[in-house]
Nanobody
C-alpha cells in the first residue's frame, strides 16, 4: 500500500528538540503536498504544519507550534522534515505524515485539515517528559 513513512520520534525532556522525517518518495514532492498531524490520547487529530513544494514552497503552521517548529524538505530524497524545538509536555502525541494529492499539475497551497489528505503514515511517538 502506498504510504509515507515517518521516523525520528522518541522521548525528550521539556525544552529539548527532535527532528522528524517523512519519507515521501512513493509520492514525489512535486505531485503531492505533505502535512504533519498529531494525535494525543483522548484528543482529536490536529494539524501541525504542511508544505507545498509545487506552490513555491508555501507552508502553514498551527498557532500552538509557530516559532518552535520548522517544516523543510529535501527535494532530492523526497523527504519532509519537522524540526521541533522548545518542546513542551503538551506536544506529546503520535505524529503522522500525510500526502495530499495528486495535484495533477495544479499547484495549490497545502490544506490544514486532515480531511484533505488521502495517504497516511503509521505515525511516530513523541513524548515530552522529565
Amino acid at each position: 500500500q502506498q504510504r509515507p513513512v515517518e521516523s525520528g520520534g522518541g522521548l525528550v525532556q521539556p525544552g529539548g528538540s527532535l527532528k522528524l522525517s517523512c519519507d515521501a518518495s512513493q509520492f514525489g514532492l512535486r505531485f503531492y503536498n505533505i502535512g504533519w498531524f498529531r494525535q494525543a490520547p483522548g484528543k482529536e487529530r490536529q494539524g501541525v504544519s504542511c508544505i507545498s513544494v509545487s506552490n513555491r514552497g508555501s507552508t502553514k503552521y498551527a498557532d500552538s507550534v509557530k516559532d518552535r517548529f520548522t517544516i523543510s524538505v529535501d527535494n532530492v530524497e523526497d523527504t519532509v522534515y519537522l524540526e521541533m524545538n522548545n518542546l513542551k509536555a503538551e506536544d506529546t502525541a503520535v505524529y503522522y505524515c500525510a500526502a495530499q494529492g495528486p495535484l495533477l499539475g495544479n499547484p495549490r497551497p497545502c490544506a490544514p485539515g486532515a480531511e484533505s489528505y488521502r495517504f497516511w503514515g503509521q505515525g511516530t511517538q513523541v513524548t515530552v517528559s522529565s
